[in-house]
């Protein structure tokens, strides 16, 4: 029955990544909006400027999916077949890689034609920088800098939770790099509130960060990239970033297209300045697609390993897990603690 539980786990990564690769996100109804509401309305009840109302917001608002997910997974725990497809419709609704290689085309092909004012209207797609005073390679800049990191975000930090925790893992998440998104941020009313969400978002992406690091090195040529000089730029930078994890990806990205990456990013109402990262030239249109490239390979090699963890490690460190209990509660039970063992002795 375990073994059926792990394929089925599998089967719905895969078959999710494909629902994601075929239609994207909805356009209107997508869950993780109504999870965004929730949580604003959530956040407008419990909201003081301190950490405690923000891990208790954080708690209950990234809690609930995870309880949802492990209710639906127990429950279905008997039935592979609905077990596979409530994994498909979570991974589905979680992923976002082809709306990320999208965002990507169209800015550059917006760059290619110099129609800067287009690409600034699509920028908002892809973070939160004001667009305003940024030119082609400003704007391409961002893009790169988003691919790179939303790769982890978006689709490779999924399909890790996915993998190791099934449908609360999805969810969960999901829903904690939404609330990372929603008050993460350095801001006056965010400072002290957002910062369990911002913890926890970075706390889950540490491994996954690093993952699409190695495998954006590893997949460098697929965008007609360096192999060599990413993994030196890798090595050399992904320390440099504020973010521990967004250097990561950041750091690999900007080797294997051969550019620089960082500087001065402005917000609305707040700016900040972050180290170079890469050698060579500033991003232009043309590095777009190939970014877009290397995001969709990465994907791909991380649902490889994504469907094949449950059917081997993930069996193995379950039953490791279950061995070690079971000598606990035998090694308790000699030296007579807890149980009827422990009642009788007094």
Do not use: K
């Not at 992923?95 to 760059?111: K, P, V, Y």
């Not at 030119?135 to 190791?164: F, I, K, Y």
């Not at 350095?186 to 992406?205: E, I, M, Q, V, W």
Request: net charge positive.
């Amino acid at each position: 029955m375990r073994h059926a539980g792990a394929v089925a786990n599998a089967a719905g990564l895969v078959a999710g990544y494909a629902l994601d690769a075929l239609i994207g996100d909805p356009r209107r109804g997508h869950p993780v909006a109504g999870f965004g509401r929730a949580a604003a309305a959530l956040e407008r009840r419990l909201y003081r400027p301190d950490r405690l109302a923000g891990g208790a917001f954080t708690a209950l608002a990234v809690g609930g999916p995870v309880l949802l997910g492990a209710a639906a997974a127990f429950a279905t725990r008997r039935r592979p077949v609905t077990r596979a497809a409530l994994v498909a419709a979570g991974t589905w609704a979680v992923l976002g890689g082809r709306s990320l290689r999208h965002e990507a085309q169209a800015m550059g092909r917006a760059l290619r034609h110099g129609d800067v004012p287009a690409a600034r209207h699509r920028l908002g797609n892809l973070c939160g920088r004001d667009p305003s005073a940024l030119d082609e390679p400003e704007l391409a800049r961002a893009t790169v800098e988003s691919v790179a990191e939303n790769t982890s975000d978006a689709v490779v930090a999924p399909l890790v939770w996915g993998a190791v925790a099934g449908l609360p893992g999805l969810l969960g998440y999901r829903a904690a790099n939404t609330l990372d998104a929603m008050v993460g941020h350095r801001s006056a009313r965010y400072a002290r509130f957002g910062t369990p969400a911002a913890r926890l978002d970075d706390l889950l992406n540490l491994v996954p960060a690093r993952l699409t690091g190695l495998l954006t090195v590893a997949l460098a040529p697929v965008g007609r990239g360096d192999r060599e000089q990413a993994w030196r730029v890798w090595r050399r930078d992904r320390a440099d970033h504020p973010s521990p994890n967004a250097g990561q990806c950041e750091s690999a990205m900007a080797g294997a297209l051969g550019v620089r990456l960082g500087g001065r990013n402005v917000y609305f109402g707040r700016s900040e300045v972050r180290p170079f990262l890469g050698d060579g030239p500033r991003p232009e249109a043309r590095h777009l697609s190939r970014a877009a490239r290397i995001s969709g390979a990465v994907g791909l090699a991380a649902l490889g390993l994504a469907a094949v963890y449950p059917l081997t490690a993930g069996r193995l460190t379950a039953a490791v897990t279950r061995r070690a209990t079971r000598l606990g509660r035998d090694r308790s039970a000699a030296l007579g603690w807890g149980g009827a063992g422990a009642v009788g002795g007094r």
